[in-house]
């Protein structure tokens, strides 16, 4: 019997799959975030509206330990990651999370640290695109998981802050002078890290944090047709791009092209490719499996 909570490993019989290798997920129970998966998409939701979604020690391992897992599900293609009512997240709780923290030593807390780090690891590590739809506040912790996300998805009503900087911390907070430069470029990261002010809807889609806004009415919607779109493409190929992206992040251009040769060598070995090609000779649209 599967317990709540769980991510429980299903045996496929499949001659071609290594045994007790593949995860099922579709059917699994989430105990501190919403989750549900639709035709290989899965949503994530960040489910304390009441509060503005903030997150906890119980959930930020949760989202760890999911992320993990989704590397080996064969049933999720895509994931959305949302939060409940009008706010994406307000990053840690802070009678939940700060408050227990001023009390830690610390080895305890860098073992805290360390996790929260691992929730970005695990999402940049898993072969699935993750659409985050951010409407409302999208804070502290928070903006790092819309910033760990592959796309972003905001509204003009959105507030983006990393506001270590306001709460006595360093902006250096899972992996954010790493990524945030990336995605705004150096200086309006170091902007937005040593001030911790907030950017607004329109701000962070000129920037390029957002790759566009929606009316938030529509926001779930754009995000989950994305998604939708992106689950009937070669989610094969999909998940070599996520991975040649990280990568590359390290690579000289000569180590990058070799590179992708070897990756683009192993996309057109797939049953996809082939698929597309036949698809293209007789005039018609490819219907991608992911293998």
Known sequence: MREKGTVT?????DPHRLPDSRLQLAGYRARHVGYQVTDRVATITLDRP?????????????????FRAMAYADDV?????????????????????IG?????????????TRMTGDVIKAMRACPQPIVAAVDGVCAGAGAMLALASDIRLGTARSAVAFLFA?????GCDMGACTLLPRVVGQGRAAELLYTGRKMGGDEAERWGFFNRLCDPAQ?????HALAAELASGPTFAAGMTKRMLHQEWNMGLDEAIEAEAQAQALCMATNDFHRAYHAFVAKQKPRFEGD
Do not use: M, Q, W
């Not at 490993?9 to 019989?13: N, Q």
């Not at 306001?166 to 360093?170: Q, T």
């Open 77 to 97: 293609a895509v994931i959305v990651l949302t939060g409940a009512g009008e706010n994406f997240c307000s990053g840690g709780d802070v009678h939940e999370i």
């Open 100 to 112: 227990p923290l001023t009390a830690l030593d610390t080895p305890g807390l860098l073992a805290f």
């Open 166 to 170: 306001r709460v006595g911390l360093a």
């Open 219 to 223: 926001l779930d919607a754009a995000a």
């Open 9 to 13: 490993r299903h045996l496929r019989g």
């Open 50 to 66: 009441a509060r503005k979604n903030p997150l906890t020690f119980e959930s930020y391992a949760e989202l760890r330990d999911l």
